[in-house]
């Protein structure tokens, strides 16, 4: 026999078979069965059998703390909530009955958003300390910086075309999402069989988690279990499978357009443009948030839009070290730690961004190097005011997001709304100065436009009463019920009843004859008569008594007693009521997302020309000169952004000359002894370029960068080890890619190649490969080689090659290394 409550759970559970489901049961939240055992596993609890499953428990209030932990290991956590209140259920039909309950979250690391989680915008760790529970706050900081939550589907090229004749590449389409900002990106593309495109998107992007058709190509399969499984600790990207007919296009159609459709928002007319793919990626994505209440967030952006920023592929990604480092995959020592002095984490996922899409268009790169030279100049207190506003925001993103979902709480509502309001009064202040003062079009702009965004946040913060939105109490929340009539007339009632009471308080008195008579409220109690017993004979004998001690009773009149049940019905009712108006009011909020969400991006613009600025004032940087139409990079004692902070004082990096033309010296063959310091410089070269594009100065005396389209990279054998591939093979792949991708406005480094594979082979692979560069790609070209036939090219290309040897001399006195830069051989 099952308890009814077993049963209640049983029939959730049967609808949510893949979640952890935790249950309200008064105070506590109850895991049952399988559940209840891997909660004890995962959060160190005790299970044990109770009826008819093993069952856990934790309390009410640590509800957010598990829920968290439980989704970091990768779990499907769904949260079960008694829907009723005492008091309405005591008068409604379901008076004997158990409590109902209902399924009202989900969540997985992708969809982390919600109430039970309460710490979307403030930051956790001052939020902790604050109730002194230290011990999850190591737990908590470890938030997932980013997560994406990312699509992916395949379309095997033979579909339509020809048939029999064998194609090996494949169409991948993808739709990113991340919940908690509303960052929408989406991409289609052709990919070789080591699907290093699809690679590429996942390093860059960085996903929470992945949602897959049952059914992909072997090779896609490969690539991804070989991703999913690389994890630090717990980061693993979690796989979430969905049945192939989701995936199906003509389904997938009707499902994105009912859905936009209803949506009401312009993306629909851009439906027909996308790509088939990509559409059945969005109907999948938008089926699995729906799921989590969070598919609103689905409005439409471009991702990889090739025209408009430079591309940097995975491998590359990898091999220059720009989001994370080679060696333990931290952030520690990569680009993105030179240059992030972000003070907020929307800026710090701008940079982000920012940091693995350098820009192509010289005028753009140009408006943030302007920006950075006005900060660096000028002594404007508009920007000094600004930089200080940055430093105490909350995660304005998250939040406006959170409110968009209608998921967020009272306290954040507030806290974002205050902020805003707060961001607006100070920037509309700064318009007349920013209007004298600021000359960079990039900080006008923003400057000027955000209290016009802001605008309409003032309203909320009037109508809310802040005590109230504090501590969470929705009833008290609303300053001025004008508008919120049915709260308004609710209040009254319950007043109505309170002053009926208080007259019927008048009448006690004089059964008691004691005209100082008032009502007393013992433990939660109200309403009580006390009597004490000697005076019991006098009491009415319909009173009802409630409670007594030694020394007296207590009694509720049968008007009390009825009055009393109908207050907390009205209570309850009140609490029910302002729930509904308080979603209204989200709802209503939700009208200017988008503009407060631009306000949100603009301010994360400025958080990055700021850490920009920052990187720009330590010594040895300069602005770079950033040029559209020339090829060449011309670098004057340029050193290793990375490598130069490092290193200790007393062991300065050796600066380097860098002289590339594309019309005449092109290509550079670097040899030397190993340590000489080649793969450094060669990689520095990439750096400088990228970070010059991204609009940053550059750790060099002076930089002049023709603009490039793309950055390709192929290190040395020993740098990199791929589970599963010979290097050799993926040598020749990798070099082949980059052969068909290259063009003449790429940079390309080349580390050693043909290393892989005996002397003779090697030799003859690198001189192809070089060759081909310099004839046809016609690339801007840097190539490390061991071997010195290749140094023959000199001669055959003197226009545009030119042989350099690399070493190092070693100063015996005080054992630090120094190289001689660069001699030429
Ligand atoms: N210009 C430089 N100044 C100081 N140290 C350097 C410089 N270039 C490289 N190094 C250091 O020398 C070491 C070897 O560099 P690396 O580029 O791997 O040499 P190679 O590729 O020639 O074998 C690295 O640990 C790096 O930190
Ligand atoms: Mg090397």
Redesign the pocket.
């Known amino acids: 026999m099952y308890t009814p409550l077993e049963l209640q759970f049983m029939e959730i559970k049967e609808q949510h078979k893949d979640a952890v489901l935790c249950v309200e049961c008064g105070y506590k939240y109850r895991f049952f069965g399988e559940d209840a055992e891997i909660a004890a596993r995962e959060l160190n609890i005790c299970c044990h059998p109770d009826h008819n499953f093993m069952t856990a428990s934790i309390p009410s209030y640590r509800l957010f703390v598990h829920v968290r932990r439980l989704v970091v290991k990768g779990y499907k956590v769904g949260v079960v909530k008694q829907t009723e209140t005492a008091a309405l259920k005591a008068v409604g039909e379901n008076k004997s009955n158990l409590f109902t309950r209902r399924l009202t979250a989900l969540y997985t690391k992708s969809t982390l958003i919600g109430e039970d989680i309460l710490l979307n915008v403030v930051n956790p760790v001052i939020l902790l300390n604050l109730d002194g529970d230290s011990a999850d706050v190591e737990d908590l900081t470890d938030d997932l910086p980013c997560n994406y939550l990312m699509c992916i589907c395949e379309q095997s090229e033979d579909e339509g075309s020809s048939k029999g004749r064998h194609k090996p590449g494949v169409q991948l389409a993808l739709v990113a999402v991340q919940p908690n900002t509303g960052d929408v990106v989406f991409d289609c593309f052709q990919d070789c069989p080591s699907r290093s495109e699809l690679e590429s998107r996942i390093l860059c992007l960085q996903p929470a988690e992945i949602l897959l058709p049952t059914n992909l190509s072997e090779n896609t399969e490969k690539l991804l279990s070989s991703v999913t499984a690389s994890s630090l600790r717990d980061d693993r990207i979690r796989v979430e499978r969905m049945d192939d007919i989701h995936f199906e296009f003509s389904h997938a159609f009707q499902s994105v357009s009912e859905f936009y459709a209803m949506l009401d928002i312009i993306q629909l007319s851009r439906l027909p443009s996308l790509e088939k793919p990509v559409v059945c990626c969005l109907a999948a994505v938008i089926k699995y948030l729906s799921e989590f209440n969070l598919e609103k967030v689905l409005s439409l952006n471009r991702f990889s839009d090739k025209s408009l920023c430079m591309s940097i592929n995975g491998t590359t990604l990898k091999n220059l070290e720009i989001l994370r480092n080679q060696t333990t995959g931290s952030t520690r020592a990569s680009l993105l730690w030179v240059l992030d002095h972000t003070r907020s984490p929307f800026g710090r996922r701008l940079l982000k961004k920012w940091v693995t899409q350098p820009l192509i268009k010289a005028r753009e790169v140009n408006a943030r190097l302007d920006a950075i030279s006005e900060i660096l100049s000028s002594e404007s207190i508009v920007l000094a005011k600004t930089q200080k506003l940055l430093f105490k925001l909350p995660d304005l993103e998250r939040g406006i997001c959170s409110i968009y979902h209608k998921k967020c709480s009272t306290r954040e509502f507030f806290l974002l709304v205050s902020s805003l309001s707060c961001i607006e009064t100070t920037f509309r202040a700064l318009v007349p100065a920013a209007e004298s003062q600021l000359h960079s079009s990039l900080l006008r702009n923003i400057l000027l436009e955000l209290p016009q965004l802001l605008a309409p946040v003032q309203h909320y913060l009037k109508i809310l009463n802040e005590k109230a939105a504090r501590v969470g109490d929705k009833t008290g929340l609303f300053a001025d019920l004008t508008d919120f009539p049915i709260i308004q007339q609710r209040k009254e009632e319950i007043w109505d009843v309170l002053s009926q009471l208080q007259e019927h308080c008048s009448e006690i008195r004089l059964i008691l004859k004691k005209p100082s008579f008032n009502y007393a409220t013992v433990s939660g109690l109200e309403f009580l008569i006390e009597v004490k017993n000697s005076l019991l004979p006098m009491i009415p004998k319909n009173w009802v008594k409630v409670s007594s001690t030694k020394a007296l009773c207590r009694f509720h009149t049968p008007f009390i007693a009825e009055q009393h049940k109908r207050l907390l019905q009205l209570r309850e009712q009140l609490v029910l009521d302002c729930s509904v108006e308080w979603l209204n009011l989200l709802d209503q909020f939700g009208e200017h997302y988008h503009a407060i969400r631009k306000a949100t991006s603009h301010l994360a613009t400025i958080d990055c020309i700021f850490s920009l600025a920052a990187v720009a004032k330590q010594g040895g940087y300069c602005r770079p000169i950033v040029l559209e139409e020339e090829r060449q990079l011309v670098i004057r004692t340029g ?2 952004p990375v ?1 130069d902070i ?2 200790a004082e007393q ?6 000359n860098t002289d590339l033309h594309g019309d005449g010296q092109r290509v550079m063959v670097i040899t ?13 070269v990439a750096l400088i370029t990228i970070m010059a594009q991204i609009g940053s100065y550059v750790p060099a005396e002076e930089a002049v960068i023709g603009i490039v389209d793309s950055i390709y990279t192929r290190m ?1 054998a020993s740098d990199n080890i791929y589970e599963g591939r010979s290097t050799f093979m993926e040598e020749l792949t990798e070099a082949a890619a980059i052969i068909k991708k290259a063009t003449s406005r790429s940079l390309v480094i080349l ?2 190649l043909g290393r892989g594979t005996s002397t003779h082979d090697g030799i003859a692979i690198a001189y192809a490969t070089l060759e081909h560069f310099i004839k046809d790609v016609k690339s801007l070209t840097l190539f ?1 080689t061991h071997y010195p036939p290749l140094c023959e090219l000199e001669r055959l290309y003197p226009e545009n090659v030119r042989n350099y040897h ?1 070493a ?1 001399l070693l100063n015996e006195e005080e054992d630090e ?3 001689e ?1 660069k001699g030429k051989l």
């Not at 062991?651 to 380097?656: A, H, I, L, R, S």
């Open positions: 050193r290793h490598i490092l290193l062991e300065q990096y050796v600066p380097n030397g002894p190993n340590m000489g310091g080649k793969s450094s410089y060669i990689r520095q040395g580390d050693e490390v690399m190092f290394q120094k190289d830069g």
